[in-house]
């Protein structure tokens, strides 16, 4: 028996929200419970083991097999207190997604009984046999073993049954095959630029740390509705649907009370989150409807994005205990919001300052302008391969679509901070930049306010803001993996930091005081990122993109095009000076990239098809029949249809939408054809593109249909109960 979607729609309102079980411990007790954490690793491991592992995660020092060996029984130890069975290497291929293999620990003993085994080397290393995961040609036939390998700055961790070892993923010939790989490069690479400069001011550095703070983005859909809509399901967004007539303009859903069935859900989505050690701190309603986001305490950015991957599988599952779906599309739904996930990226060091905020006093602040200046002078340079970082089918309708970001990476600074380089300019070489307002402190010429110290002013359409002690890179799309962002930005700004450093070198062998020598080496760096870069104004208007075009930044609104800029010379240079990626890995890289832009559109456009041959044009026909059943019974009773304009409009209307979306659709399958004939990959991805602009075309006379159509005939769950049911 069919249920019809009004059936849907009241069982859906009939969910009661299921209450939350209340918790009899403290946060703070249940707090990574489930992680292979610091303190397990002193109470499980031997000292020996334990300060080897120490060195290792800290110090980078390779682990010998032995004490692998030691710290897999510690491990295991600890997981069958857990009541683990399996354990698989969990891994981050280009998929945009998580891949994991579970394996249980069982072997034969050799004494003809089975016991539990977890040594060194299945910690350290396994070989997946996956050749099927996207990797751009990199892994012909010949070579086609891949293999996953731990990562130890990553704590292990506990899901369900399973211990989950975080790895990267790699091929036979050693280039990366997933996201992780090239992020930790990055990451090595801007700690070892950033060092020799932060021991000018500080001899006793010896690290520097990268940090992510994600801020993830998601829309909740009841699961009953969800499962009547084949585009939802099959492609993480409606395909159609017309707006309805309340949707965000009131802007009541933003920070609004958080819906019953809603906060059920955010509670064990954060108390499981918790448990993995992931420090969940902001939840709160979005600006759309049924729009949510949860953010935790940032952290160094490799864990930070391994947690990032582990929330969004957590949600899902957490989800549909509460009878929700979670999309994390970046466009589920047209007319309204998308979902982003914000990064919010800073540099600090092992003795706890902060590089991007400002300094307790004038040579800390000479320190931060520092890593500021060249910070925004590599996104100057680099802002098409930043673009490029967030490029993907889902993302494509978010950039340039008038939401937050634009298609053109530029950097808002505030006011304050741009009246301090606008000062740096005037003064002469080496005044000292003072913190304003601070007792017994002389004011300098250049000071920076107190209070702007925590009251930095925002500018929402920016795509790389300042806001006080970090930059916060918004144009990442809500599905993706921030690893891709950050490995772009963490390798560009490592490079601009090696060269600023070679350049002050120069100018200190000239004999210059080092303040001189310092602000005579950014002056002309700091002329330019104000001339090009940055940009206060709003970045949605027409005119922006006209003087970003000036300007000379990149303002391609095309994803196919956008991903070109990875093997663009001066990126392939860079990344290969920093070690990130081998000129072969980035265009392997762009291969997967093309081939996934095409594959998602493709299927999106087969399932729009589909539903619009099989969903859409028989309900309009459906109601054509009974308008025209009701002109004729008119006709029998009155002999004429002189009363029946509507009716007779109605059919006429509705017979030339659905001539109309024949021909589309028959137009769209040549179309789809045509591309999949492309003779490579960025020819297939240009004529998918092309395919993507049909179906926006294509909704147009479904979204008409849906407004004339009986409402009891519609097929579909509508934009009003998706929107709010919650
Ligand atoms: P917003 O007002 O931008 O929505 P949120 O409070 O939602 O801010 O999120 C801000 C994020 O920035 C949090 O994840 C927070 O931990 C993170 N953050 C704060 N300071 C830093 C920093 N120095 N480096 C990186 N991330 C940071
Ligand atoms: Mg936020």
């Known amino acids: 028996m069919s249920v019809g979607r009004i059936d849907l729609v009241r069982s859906s309102f009939e969910k009661k929200a299921p209450l939350s079980?209340?918790?009899?411990?403290?946060?703070t007790d249940i707090f990574g419970e489930l992680v292979f954490d610091r303190a397990k690793m002193h109470k499980y491991l031997e000292p020996d083991a334990l300060s080897s592992l120490l060195d290792c995660i800290d110090k980078g020092k390779a682990l010998d097999r032995k004490t692998a060996d030691k710290v897999a029984a510690g491990m295991k130890e600890w997981a069958l207190e857990h009541h683990v069975t399996h354990v698989t290497h969990w891994f981050q291929p280009?998929?945009?997604?998580?891949?994991?293999?579970?394996?249980?620990?069982?072997?034969?003993?050799?004494?003809?009984?089975?016991?539990?085994?977890?040594?060194?080397?299945?910690?350290?290393?396994?070989?997946?046999?996956?050749?099927?995961?996207?990797?751009?040609?990199?892994?012909?036939?010949?070579?086609?073993?891949?293999?996953?390998?731990?990562?130890?700055?990553?704590?292990?961790?506990?899901?369900?049954?399973?211990?989950?070892?975080?790895?990267?993923?790699?091929?036979?010939?050693?280039?990366?095959?997933?996201?992780?790989?090239?992020?930790?490069?990055?990451?090595?690479?801007?700690?070892?630029?950033?060092?020799?400069?932060?021991?000018?001011?500080?001899?006793?550095?010896?690290?520097?740390?990268?940090?992510?703070?994600?801020?993830?983005?998601?829309?909740?859909?009841?699961?009953a509705l969800y499962a009547s809509r084949t585009d939802l399901m099959i492609t993480g967004r409606t395909l159609m649907g017309h707006m309805s007539s309340k949707s965000q303009q009131l802007a009541d859903h933003y920070f609004g009370a958080i819906p019953g069935r809603v906060a059920a859900f955010m509670r064990d989505l954060e108390l499981e989150a918790l448990r993995l050690g992931i420090p969940v701190k902001t939840r709160h309603n979005e600006v759309a409807p049924n729009q949510f986001e949860l953010a935790p305490v940032f952290g160094e950015a490799n864990l930070a994005n391994d947690q990032n991957q582990i929330l969004m599988n957590l949600m899902a599952t957490i989800a549909r205990k509460h009878s929700f779906v979670v999309l994390l599309h970046e466009k589920p739904f047209e007319g309204i919001n998308g979902s982003g996930k914000h990064n919010n990226w800073s540099l600090g060091t092992d003795t706890g300052v902060n590089l991007l905020a400002p300094g307790k006093d004038a040579r800390g602040n000479l320190q931060f302008i520092i890593f500021l200046v060249n910070s925004l002078a590599a996104v100057q340079k680099h802002n098409a391969l930043l673009k490029a970082s967030v490029a993907s089918s889902g993302n494509e309708h978010r950039l340039g679509g008038h939401e937050a970001p634009p298609a053109i990476i530029s950097a808002f600074l505030g006011r304050t901070m741009t009246e301090v380089l606008h000062k740096l300019l005037e003064l002469p070489s080496g005044t000292p930049v003072e913190i304003?307002?601070?007792?017994?402190?002389?004011?300098?010429?250049?000071?920076?306010?107190?209070?702007?110290?925590?009251?930095?002013?925002?500018?929402?359409?920016?795509?790389?803001?300042?806001?006080g002690n970090r930059f916060e890179f918004r144009a990442v799309g809500s599905s993706a993996n921030c690893a891709g962002a950050l490995t772009v930005l963490n390798a560009a700004v490592a490079d601009r930091l090696t060269e600023f450093k070679s350049e002050l070198d120069k100018e200190l062998a000239k004999g210059k005081k080092f303040e001189v020598a310092v602000m005579d080496v950014l002056k002309p760096v700091i002329a330019s990122i104000i001339d090009v870069i940055c940009f206060d104004g709003n970045g949605y208007s027409e005119e922006w993109v006209r003087e970003a075009e000036r300007r000379g930044l990149d303002t391609c609104t095309c994803v196919p095009d956008m991903i070109a800029a990875y093997t663009a010379p001066e990126s392939v240079a860079m990344f290969e000076r920093t070690g990130v990626f081998s000129g072969r890995e980035l265009q392997a890289r762009n291969e997967v990239k093309w081939d996934t832009y095409s594959k998602k559109i493709q299927i999106e456009a087969k399932v729009m098809s589909r539903m619009a041959v099989n969903h859409i044009i028989p309900a309009a026909l459906e109601y054509k029949a009974r308008l025209l059943k009701g002109l004729n019974d008119n006709l029998g009773v009155f002999g004429n249809t002189e009363n029946c304009t509507f009716e007779l409009k109605a059919v006429e209307e509705i017979s030339s939408l659905v001539e109309e979306l024949r021909i589309q659709v028959d137009e769209l399958q040549a179309a789809l054809a045509d591309a999949g004939n492309a003779p490579d990959s960025y020819s297939a991805a240009m004529k998918n593109s092309g395919v993507a602009a049909r179906l926006r075309r294509l909704r147009v006379p479904i979204d008409r249909l849906e407004e004339i159509v009986d409402n009891r005939i519609w097929p579909l769950p509508k934009y009003r109960e998706l929107l709010f049911i919650s």
């Open 436 to 467: 304003a307002g601070k007792k017994g402190r002389k004011v300098g010429p250049v000071e920076i306010p107190e209070i702007f110290l925590d009251n930095t002013d925002r500018n929402r359409t920016s795509p790389f803001a300042f806001t």
């Open 21 to 27: 079980e209340p918790i009899d411990k403290r946060v």
């Open 94 to 223: 280009l998929t945009e997604g998580t891949a994991e293999k579970h394996e249980t620990m069982l072997e034969y003993d050799g004494l003809g009984s089975i016991e539990e085994r977890f040594d060194g080397s299945s910690l350290i290393q396994q070989e997946p046999d996956a050749s099927s995961f996207p990797n751009g040609g990199i892994r012909a036939t010949f070579e086609a073993r891949g293999y996953t390998a731990w990562d130890p700055t990553s704590p292990v961790f506990i899901q369900g049954d399973t211990l989950c070892i975080p790895t990267i993923f790699v091929s036979y010939t050693g280039e990366a095959l997933d996201y992780k790989t090239p992020l930790k490069r990055a990451l090595k690479a801007v700690c070892e630029s950033a060092l020799p400069i932060c021991r000018l001011f500080d001899p006793s550095v010896s690290k520097v740390y990268s940090y992510l703070g994600w801020e993830q983005e998601y829309f909740l859909v009841d699961e």
